[in-house]
Structures are given as structure tokens and as C-alpha cells.
């Protein structure tokens, strides 16, 4: 492990997943972390697991890192700004424009205050353990002001860096906009769409296939943080919940007499509009145009998914993304394989010669 | 490849996806398939494939499965009940109350015919290959009507039962209500939430994780075949739309003052009722209670992902579903395991002894 680019004493205030992991992560680089919690079972539970040690009358922290519920966090990087007079206050939460807001109405000395929102998952939920690796690989947004140094904003630069994430500067309004988009918008049209199942007939329920397992799958979400998470971004997240309904009530317009004239087309713009957008969603996932899918058939027992990855290694293809999907009540599956495009014939050709069933493309 | 059930000599009007699969499942267990098609082109090419044989004059089959895209659909079978004077005709549209209607309208002979769906997530989309084993393992519903006889409905549930489906038996506003829930619903809210992304900033796309990923995968379907099932299938789908926009009304009323006496409340209300949505699905996927997630971090590199199911066989244990999530940016995959919950505790104590790094849950 090389040698971590923060320095000095780090503070810890929050020991749950977010404080832990990251106390974590900074320990195994060797830095001094000091951890308090209003829990004193979570900060003994923290403290075991490595995460740091508790906080002591004479503790001078360099960088002090608010890890609270959103509700709390105002008011925590307040009282921290005043307990440790010559530190950096940062926060991880989720939004950031009010807390800012708050800070400014209270007179907080929003001059060693810095907004961060470490994109780690954490909305897919579930009592998971703390682990020093959950920001590898994640966008670490960071959205300074006016009035914080260069400086500053290097330092927490450095710990992104130093935990495996990626640095990415936004301002307050473009980061709360972002993630009204990309993570709010899809958790509340999600959670609107599952609830439409809660009183439907068995026999539709019976009938779902994976498209609906797919779009409902965040909404399996936590209510109560979902709640502070929402309630703190209403605003871009209302302006956008508009939008999508302007768009809704054209589609339910052309419904209601789907033979008028322009019907048709209103519909189909509807579809192509959502074409567009998911080719602007970047990275491995999803239907990625850098990509070829092969779809092969897979026994569900034991041993038979490592025997067909273990063939593709022996083919000296690398797996660009995978997916195994179940074909219900039945004990077969589907495995999805995403290669280069330049590899699938000869992969496709050897996996037919060593016995497999295959199709080229999604199901 | 046992007998089939199904007796007799099979025609099969469109020779597409459904119509060519449905052709080489029927040829692979023995039966006389003679193939139709508006295109000299798709017909050569079914036939080349071996999906069956093209039409004779002298034919005389014992059913014909109508296989034509939604809008040709009834006109197509009026034709067939025409030409084919002691058959039963079938069709394989994804929506049943409309065809039904014109055929009654038309005076066609609807004691002959009979209204199917086979589930065969068609909808993924893709210009994909003709498959014997494309109904394997799905539902194969079937809407009789009070004109219908045991005996026809009996065949087509043996027909259904040769390739590998389930049979189902619904009404036919039964159906069209289901699939507007399961199917029709998902695929135009996942349109919407992926139109919200077309003209959006870069630096908002850029925080895109894997819920949106997973909440926008469907919006990628064909515009043309979607226009033609949502329009077949406007009132219940429009219905739908309707109880879903009340839905988003209040929670955009909620957010447009979130600190008013009981916003919080409709919030979590909503977010409630989608967990409780979820649970109602079926099977395998998803967030299953039966099974328990483990994560697994994987190196991007070839031999990593099959080393790891290699040593859970060995373990002996039995992946029941599987996921590799890559972290964007980096060359680091998490794969999501799901288990049995008795052999969780053996399996992850296992895999950190074999050197693995894990996380119990979901990320």
C-alpha cells in the first residue's frame, strides 16, 4: 500500500457505512483516525473493526469528515467548525445546496466547510458491512465555493484519491441537478412503478419477465433515508418529476385515441427519445455499443457457469460484462456475455464446438 | 428428443423470429412444418435454416400459428380461417382483446380460432437469430373464449408444452391487463425516465450508476414494434398511466413543500408501497428473500471470474443468481453472488481463506 496524500489527523464524526469505510480505508494508508459517534455502540463496533480510535480530549484533526444521517448534518458541521477552529469540515451527503444554505443562515464559518458526495452505491441499500474498498472506482464530487482555498480543495482531492476515487468538480447546483437525474428521478419512477404491483392479480404478477425485474429493482430501497435524501433535493427533483410528467400525460393523450392522427408518432417519439437517451449513459454497462452479447444456455447446476467462463479464458477472451439470467420455473439458465466485437465469432464458434448452445444477441 | 404431443401437419404464417423458432422446435421433434410469408426473402431464409418447408397447394393442416407483426395480425388470421377450412388458427400477439374484436367485426369464424402469447422476452429486442429453445422455460398464455373447445384449447397447451413453455390459461382482458402491468407499463416508464437523460448535462450522465443503468436497460426497444403493441393495447395501458400519474401528482405536490405537516409521510408512503410491489414478483431474480447476496471483488482480467465459480463449486455450492457489476472507471468488477442462506456463512468464510475480498449484501 503506498504512502497516503492526506496528512495529519483525520476526524471521523459518524462511524456507519460511510465513516467506517472511509476510516478504514485511511487507516490501512497508515493516517492517525479518530472516530466519535452519538452511538456509543457504533463507535465500539467501528473502533473493533479497525475503523479508528476514539476521540480524546487533546486531538488536533487537520481534516474533519461529517458522516451523519442527512438530517443531521448541518448542524453536525457546524459544531465541528467551532469544536476544531483550525480544521477542514467536509460531508459526504448525498445533497448540497442545503445543507450550504443552512451552514450560511447560521453564520457557520463556511470559509473551512467543503461539500463532497462520494457516488459509492449506497442507494442500493441493505445493512452492509464497512469495507476500506467502497469508493473504488466511484466518482467523488466535490463542489467548492468562492471562499475555499486551492488548497483545500486539493486536500480532498487527496483522500478521493487515496480512497480509489475519482476527483470530479462540480458546483453545488450542478451536482444536486446531477443526481435529481441520474439517481433521485429513477428511485421515485421505480418506486411509483412497483407500487402499481402491490394490489395486482396473482396471475399478472406470474407473468413478469425481466424487464420488469430490471426498472424495479431500486425500489427495493430504504424509505426512511430515501425520505431526507428526497426532501433535501425537492426542488431539481420536483422540476424534473414535471418534465416527466408533461411527457407522461402526452403519452396517456395519445393513448386515449391512438388512431387520431399524430397518435402514432407522439408514441413512437416517446421510445426513440429514450433510445437517445440511454446511449448518452457512459461506461460498461447496459446495451453498450462497444460491446457484442453472446447468449448462451447454461445448465443450473453446480460447476456448469465456471466450466463455460473457464473456456472463454481458455479462448483468451476477456469478459467485457456478464449476466446470468434465470429462465423462470425452469432449471436452466441464460448466460449473457459481452466481448469486444472483433472476438465473438471465434468465440462463438469455439463455445459451439466445445458443446454449447448459443445465440448471438440479447434475448 | 421424446415425441410430440402436438399431431399432424403445422403451418406457420410469418416467418420471423416467433414463427421461425417456433418452426425449428416443431421440426426438431419430427412434425410436417410448412412455412408462409409475405417476404420471398425471410421464407428462403426459414427455410435454409430448417424451420420447415414451403407451401403446397395440396397442404392441409391441422393448425396454423399466425406469426405477423400486431397490425396484420387479425386480418391475417381472417384469411387463414378462410383458406384453411378445418383448422385451428392461432396467433402469438402480445395483445389479445383487439384481435378478437376485428374478428368478430369482420364475421371471421372465431370458433377456430384461438388468441395465444408466448413470453418469450421479445421485447429485449435486437435483430437476434431464430432459436428452438426460445420458449423454453417461459409462460405460454393462452386466452379460449366461451366459442372455444377443450379439445382446441388441449392442443395448443400441447403445443406450448413441445417447446418447452409453461401453459397458461387467462381470459383475454385478463392478458391485456397483465401484460399493460408486467410489460406495457415498464417499458414506456423506463422510456420517459431515459428521455429525461437525452438533453441533459455530460457532468450529470457522468454520476449514472448502476440504477439508473439497470431502471433505463429496457428503453433501448424498437420504437416501431413498441408504437404497434402500446396502441393495441391503449385502455388498460392508459388506465395504468392514469393511476400511476396520480401517484407521481402527490409526490410532486410532497416535494413542492417538503416541511408541509405530512409530505414527509407521502413520501415514504410511495417508497413503501414500492417495496412492498417488489416483493410480489416471482422467481429467481431480484431482490429474493430466499437467497442472500455475497460480493466478491474480481480483477478485470480473463481467468479471474471463472477461478472464482470454479472454487465455489468446489465449495459445493449452488449459484442460484449472479451478477458482475464493474465499477466504472476502474479494472476492478464486483460479482454479486446469491446463495441459499445456510451455505452463506460457509461460503464467504471460504473464499477469504482462498484469498478472496468480500462484502456480505448487496453493494
Not at 492517525?32 to 480530549?57: E, I, Q
Not at 445533497?95 to 452505491?121: C, F, N, Q, W
Not at 431539481?236 to 410528467?245: G, H, I, K, N, S
Not at 473457464?310 to 436452466?332: C, K, M, W, Y
Request: proline share 6%.
Amino acid at each position: 500500500m503506498s504512502a497516503a496524500r492526506v496528512h495529519g489527523q483525520v476526524r471521523i464524526v459518524g462511524a456507519g457505512l460511510l465513516g467506517a469505510s472511509i476510516g478504514l480505508a485511511l487507516r490501512d494508508r497508515g493516517l492517525d483516525v479518530v472516530l466519535a459517534d452519538t452511538s456509543r455502540a457504533n463507535l465500539s463496533l467501528a473502533v473493533d473493526y479497525g475503523a479508528g480510535r476514539p476521540a480524546m480530549p487533546d486531538d488536533q484533526p487537520d481534516l474533519v469528515i461529517v458522516a451523519v444521517p442527512p438530517d443531521v448534518v448541518a448542524q453536525t458541521v457546524s459544531a465541528e467548525l467551532v469544536g476544531n477552529p483550525v480544521a477542514l469540515v467536509i460531508d459526504v451527503a448525498s445533497v448540497k445546496a442545503g445543507i450550504l444554505a443552512e451552514l450560511v443562515a447560521t453564520g457557520a464559518d463556511t470559509a473551512r466547510y467543503l461539500g463532497t458526495h462520494p457516488m459509492s452505491g449506497r442507494e442500493r441499500g441493505g445493512p452492509i458491512s464497512a469495507r476500506a474498498d467502497l469508493f473504488l472506482g466511484r466518482p467523488w464530487v466535490i463542489t467548492p465555493t468562492a471562499q475555499n482555498t486551492d488548497e483545500q480543495y486539493r486536500m480532498v482531492e487527496d483522500l478521493a484519491i487515496d480512497l480509489g476515487s475519482t476527483p470530479v468538480r462540480m458546483t453545488v447546483d450542478e451536482h444536486d441537478r446531477g443526481v435529481a437525474l441520474v439517481s433521485h428521478l429513477p428511485q421515485l419512477v421505480s418506486s411509483l412503478l412497483a407500487a402499481r404491483l402491490r394490489d395486482a392479480a396473482d396471475s399478472a404478477v406470474g407473468l413478469a419477465g425481466q424487464g420488469l425485474r430490471d426498472t424495479t429493482r431500486i425500489a427495493g430501497s430504504n424509505p426512511e433515508l430515501w425520505v431526507q435524501i428526497l426532501s433535501a433535493n425537492a426542488e431539481p427533483v420536483a422540476r424534473l418529476l414535471r418534465e416527466y410528467r408533461d411527457d407522461l400525460d402526452a403519452v396517456i393523450d395519445a393513448l386515449d385515441a391512438p388512431a387520431a392522427s399524430g397518435a402514432p408518432r407522439r408514441i413512437a417519439e416517446t421510445l426513440a427519445a429514450g433510445n437517445q437517451g440511454i446511449a448518452r449513459i457512459p461506461g460498461k454497462h447496459g446495451r453498450d455499443d462497444r460491446f457484442t452479447a453472446l447468449v448462451v444456455k447454461v445448465d443450473d447446476r453446480p460447476g456448469q457457469l465456471a466450466r463455460l467462463l473457464t473456456e472463454i479464458g481458455e479462448e483468451g477472451v476477456n469478459l467485457e460484462d456478464f449476466r446470468l439470467e434465470h429462465s423462470p420455473g425452469a432449471q436452466v439458465g441464460f448466460a449473457e456475455i459481452n466481448v469486444l466485437p472483433d472476438a465473438v465469432h471465434h468465440l462463438a464458434a469455439a463455445l459451439q464446438t466445445r458443446g454449447w448452445t448459443l445465440a448471438e444477441g440479447e434475448r
